[in-house]
DNA sequence: CTGTTAGCGCCTTCAT
DNA sequence: ATGAAGGCGCTAACAG
């Protein structure tokens, strides 16, 4: 196990000071030609890798970043994370990446390790903290971006990406109303999500706009999981059999209010037509495949990385806001 | 903007030395118990943080590590990416995370990268690298985990996780094979697939192991979706009608097989059974539900960190060897 | 138990 | 266009 080479060892050898070799592989101008060759070739012979980590003590910066989601495994968040890294690889960024479980404990401390570590900036999806609490941790970042969050008091310019749940709920309710739907049934998801909330609030405003009446009796909330979709479902389509659409908090959900359907003996979609959210494998597999509002994961975490960049690099950043709109995907169980 | 407190400030402040307020914020005896409690309070109170970086270039460690993954979207490696990052977590390193498409290019890229930047170690996922590039890379690496692969000439002692694909295909078609089956048919997925010919491979032991002949003209090759697999399957059943049951290289291509079963006429289980693998959502949720070999990927994100730590903290790293087996859940398309 | 000295490997600034 | 000096923030090794 030998030392690694340093820019030392290559200045030596190329007969040249430490900072010609630096300048030469930092390709700042100010060397010739020759000598910039010659000292890249020796570079290469001795194998030098100049360290990362010595560079950040003297530049103060990283090019690193950290992201912090809830559980990577959840693709809603791979999704960004895939996004994230493909901006970050292609300006020379790496990315960390941090999983909080929601947990306020985890989440405050991944941001503790990323602020040791330095990170130029940091990506926030989903974050749980109180705002008091994540106000004083986006101060202490050089760059934030928040996903999927606000922050009120905007005492620092902050960028945010969120998706447009709202409008994405309208979209759909739109499509159901132009196709005749009158009695639509909401599915809504835990009560304590927001995105929840968001389209619950897409969904009157289409009701509203298309002046059709808003019906309390006609919202449940469900586990967002496939069977307590069924068990909402068969709960609401037996209180509320005039219900003649249904739009889901997710793609799972949607499943489990199929299966009510069947069991129900309720045709899909003569009988009810049925809408989910996110777009999963699953969703274009299932009989009839699902009409369903696709999230734009991978872009969110394109656009954030880029807005990260943007105000790293800024001197006075602007605090962008992005929306991005779930996108009607129009399949058989809502035609 | 102030600048951040570094251990002069808090020893300018606390009245003690740089290097005891060292000794305090890494509790490493050598200190009376109220001096230390003084210089954290004091710390404190200035907000000081160490810098990671800087102690870095001074102890020569990271507390950092690269996970490299063809695809983070994808739920394998994000299920493994869930299992390192815990680990990662719980034992206070931080993990960079890597995609790299499976092309070379961007596979070196990434490892060049994360070896500038001095990560203690490296997780490598189903890598694609000819043995010679990965047997230098891992070289260069302090410490290195292979996941999915193996490296011939073991030159370092190189720690392995793997996924015994071969006796998870053995103990499916076992399974098909008590229950009667006799003619089973594979849909290979792509030939070029490592896990995919280690799958053939456990099916050919299983045949043997009970007497039965090995028809190499069930085996059908097939991209990893569903529209490929039906038509591979559609193709098989055709060619083949005395097929009685299927093992599909993962549980998209089952689906497809599933959708065939049905266009042709052939009732599964009854006529056609079929078993899938990975166990992702849909299979539980298609008609009949999906029989399926579960890939552990959590179990080998956590056995591949723990492993790297291991090496990591080791003098004298030895090279475990972890492999982890599918299991077989049960369901109605091959009870 | 505490303080002093000397780097870690690189970049910034100023000379030449 | 190149070189020399100094420092980034911390810790290892030694001294007291």
């Not at 030469?24 to 070739?41: P, S």
């Not at 106000?135 to 922050?151: E, G, H, I, M």
């Amino acid at each position: 196990v030998k030392r690694r080479a340093t820019i030392f060892d290559v200045a030596r050898e190329a007969g040249v000071s430490p900072q010609t070799v630096s300048r030469a592989i930092n390709d700042k101008g100010e060397i010739t030609e020759e000598t910039r060759l010659r000292v890249l070739d020796v570079a290469h012979r001795l194998e030098f890798r100049p360290s990362a980590i010595a560079r950040s003590l003297a530049t103060n910066r990283t090019t690193a970043i950290g992201l912090v989601v809830p559980d990577i495994a959840n693709p809603f968040f791979s999704g960004i994370a895939r996004g994230v890294e493909d901006i970050a690889y292609s300006s020379g960024y790496s990315v960390f990446v941090c999983n909080t479980d929601e947990d306020h404990h985890r989440e405050i401390s991944a941001l503790d390790s990323l602020l040791e570590r330095q990170v130029d900036g940091v990506i926030l999806c989903s974050s749980r903290l109180p705002e008091m609490d994540l106000d004083k941790v986006v101060r202490a970042f050089r760059s934030a971006v928040l996903v999927n969050r606000t922050l009120g008091g905007n005492q620092k310019a902050i960028c945010t990406v969120l998706v447009d749940d709202s409008r994405g709920a309208q979209v759909a309710v739109a499509h159901l109303i132009e196709r005749g739907r009158r009695r639509i049934a909401f599915l809504a998801g835990p009560e304590r999500s927001w995105s929840g909330r968001k389209r619950l609030h897409g969904l009157e405003e289409a009701l509203k706009n298309h002046g059709l009446p808003i019906d309390r009796g006609l919202i449940a909330h469900c586990e967002p999981e496939t069977e307590d979709g069924r068990k909402a479902a068969l709960h609401l389509l037996g209180l509320h059999p005039d219900v003649d659409s249904l739009l889901a908090f997710n793609d799972l959900v949607a499943v489990g209010a199929l299966q009510a359907c069947q069991e129900l003996g309720r045709e899909v979609p003569q009988s009810v037509a049925i809408v989910g959210c996110d777009d999963i494998p699953l969703a274009s597999l299932v009989t009839p495949p699902l009409t369903t509002l696709r999230i734009p994961t991978r872009e969110i975490g394109e656009a954030a990385m880029r807005s990260l960049i943007a105000t790293i690099h800024e001197d006075q950043p602007e605090a962008t806001q992005i929306t991005l709109t779930p996108e009607l995907v129009v399949r058989s169980s809502a035609p």
